[in-house]
Each structure stands twice: as structure tokens, then as C-alpha cells.
């Protein structure tokens, strides 16, 4: 499999929740080629592994609202009839303690570039920001300055002047 490719679909699978970029316990187990079920067992029997900020399961709310989204009437569609575990970086990470195949091992230096990538892409996304808003501010100085001398020119009061040629006499 082709490193950019498999990135790419991974950094597909991360999403944004609660603020922290996660990804979810179907989409992992998809990855690791593991039954979902499977790989929520191996989180459960060391759950000490998996704090809050390494691992939280959806509320009902997170819950309903993930299932509007994939606009599915099938409640156990893509293994949403129970509330998914979602799983942000270190969680991931910690994945590669419990489950021990050679394949996961695999998957998750992969997970863990294509984190790395997607940090990278924010930082990046940082930076552009600023010199946007730099360049935003200096160009609204410049034309406040135009800004400026056309009030002035609205403001005269130029109606006692005579428009056109005078003849002097």
C-alpha cells in the first residue's frame, strides 16, 4: 500500500469532537482489520490505559447527532447502534500496547504520520492566517488614508462656489 494513499485515508478518518482531533473505535478497527467489537474488548480489559483524554465514549447527544449525519435509518449502520469510543492521539498510541499483531503495529506508525501531517497542515494554516490578516490591516491603513481625504472632499461645503469659467475683468 502506498504510504501517501494510506495517509490520506487515514487523515479521512479523523475527525474534530469536544475540540481534540479523534478517530473512532469502528474506523480503527477497520484499519487494524479487527472486528469493532473485538477492539473495544482489548480497550475495556485495560481500561487503565485509556484515560478520558486518551479515550471517551459519545454521549447520546454526540450519538444522535453522528447518526443524522450519515443519514442512515439503520440503527447498527457502520456500528453506530451502540455509542463509539472515540479515541484522540495518545489513545491511538496506546492502541499499539493492546492490540499486538504485527498489522497494528503497521497501521499505527502510519496514524501516528498522518496526525504529524495534520499538524503540520495546521501550523501552516496558522502562519497563512497571520500574514492574511497582516496584509489586512495594512492595505485597510492605505485606504483609510483615501478614505479619509474623500470625506473631506464630501464634507466641504463647496455650494457657494461657482462652477465653470470666470472672466476677469
Not at 34 to 47: D, F, G, H, M, S
Not at 106 to 129: E, P, T
Not at 142 to 169: C, P
Request: hydrophobic share 40%.
Amino acid at each position: 500500500m502506498n504510504q501517501l494513499i494510506a495517509i490520506q485515508e487515514i487523515t479521512q478518518k479523523i475527525y474534530t469532537l469536544r475540540g481534540v482531533k479523534i478517530m473512532l473505535d469502528r474506523d480503527l478497527a477497520d484499519l487494524y482489520g479487527v472486528e469493532t467489537k473485538r477492539l473495544k474488548e482489548q480497550v475495556r480489559r485495560n481500561a487503565d490505559r485509556f484515560p478520558p483524554d486518551f479515550m471517551f465514549e459519545l454521549t447520546n447527544d454526540e450519538l444522535a447527532n453522528w447518526r443524522s449525519q450519515i443519514a442512515t435509518s439503520n440503527g447498527d449502520k457502520m456500528g453506530l447502534r451502540y455509542a463509539p469510543m472515540a479515541f484522540t492521539e495518545q489513545g491511538v498510541a496506546m492502541l499499539s500496547g493492546v492490540l499486538h499483531s504485527k498489522t497494528a503495529i503497521q497501521i499505527n506508525v502510519q496514524i501516528m504520520r498522518a496526525f504529524v501531517q495534520l499538524r503540520h497542515l495546521i501550523v501552516d494554516h496558522a502562519g497563512l492566517k497571520r500574514e492574511l490578516d497582516a496584509l489586512r490591516s495594512e492595505t485597510n491603513e492605505r485606504f483609510q488614508i483615501v478614505f479619509t481625504v474623500l470625506d473631506q472632499l464630501i464634507s466641504d461645503d463647496r455650494s457657494d462656489r461657482k462652477i465653470g469659467f470666470v472672466e476677469s475683468k
